[in-house]
């Protein structure tokens, strides 16, 4: 799920190359962003959003830094307890409303940069894509 909309251009492009590339159920929520009062309106219309029952993952700067390798192990996790559903959440230019960080399972970080939120879908995707890959024991991902 993710604040605004993506229109073609390399980053929709990057981020479609790897969602082709996951067998895992994968959807992509766009919900359009709150300009007059970005923070209230973003939470109200993030939270009607997310799956009931989902574990929530708020993708924010000041969250955890996961390897690769950890990011798959926590995925294992999730699945292997029955969770129905996770769904990802990235915010719009202002970031992620404060309910919606402490709402989340997992605060989870890219590095302490900011990245463009288009861009965050692509590097997101991959990830969970490099996270399929490392599961099935594929060496698409080496950990030397």
Do not use: C
Not at 20 to 25: N, Q
Not at 63 to 89: I, K, M, P, T
């Amino acid at each position: 799920m993710a604040a605004g909309r993506a229109r073609q251009g390399p980053e929709r492009a990057t981020y479609e190359h790897y969602a082709r590339r996951i067998r895992w159920s994968l959807s992509l929520l766009e919900i359009p962003e709150n300009r007059g009062s970005p923070k209230t309106g973003d939470s109200k219309n993030l939270s009607r959003a997310l799956p009931s029952g989902a574990v929530v993952i708020a993708l924010d700067e000041r969250g955890d830094n996961l390897s690769s390798a950890q990011f798959a192990e926590r995925l294992r996790g999730w699945r292997d307890s029955g969770a129905a559903d996770v769904a990802f959440v990235i915010g719009g230019a202002d970031g992620l409303p404060a309910d919606v960080r402490k709402s989340a399972k997992l605060v989870l970080s890219f590095g302490r940069v900011t990245w463009p939120h288009l861009l965050m879908r692509a590097l997101l995707v991959e990830q969970i894509y490099r996270a399929q890959q490392i599961l099935d024991g594929h060496p698409y991902h080496r950990a030397d």
